[in-house]
């Protein structure tokens, strides 16, 4: 079964730090997305690639975060100056293009959990 | 954009009975209605889905049923089992919009 790979699992680092968070997608996908899980609280989208640009982001998603697809496997997200409240759970998700009715159907990773100190 | 609501928030049944959560969804354009599974420490898993041109899917002990009408679509578990204690995610995708509910924390007591 093909899955979405991320490392590291979990990442320690103190506030004000840059972190990257990365993601090998299933091969054949052409969709990449991160979302974010507060200890206890929903997942909320962050951000959607395709194409080697994003293509929608959400008001969580602003300036202190960037996305990037450096090569053919990995899809990476950068928060560049950490705060506390970015401590949560990061979670890529891939998807091919749509079936009949146009939507995608996403594959989760297991996350990256940060923690800011 | 897109807003889901998910109920309820916890649910606890006896194991062997059924258990039902209900999520709403405001944008009438959303096709797709996937349900994750995510347990402990581990990302979500999609558990089953339904589309927007089919009113009711099953699959062994789980089942979805989707009113695109009142913008309703409820997941069922039958015969539950300790299993399947986990928190259950509702979701409504527009194309590769995905928007996912608030979560509901399933308990299945032995």
Redesign the interface.
Known sequence: EPEVTQTPSHQVTQMGQEVILRCVPISNHLYFYWYRQILGQKVEFLVSFYNNEISEKSEIFDDQFSVERPDGSNFTLKIRSTKLEDSAMYFCASSSPGQLSGANVLTFGAGSRLTVL | GENVEQHPSTLSVQEGDSAVIKCTYSDSAS??F?W?K?EL??????II?I???VGEKKDQRIAVTLNKTAKHFSLHITETQPEDSAVY?CAA???????????TRLTVKP
């Open positions: 096709n797709y996937p994750y995510q420490g581990k990302g979500p898993q999609l889905d589309r927007s041109n995610f995708v527009n194309y590769n919009d995905m928007r996912f509910g608030a979560g």
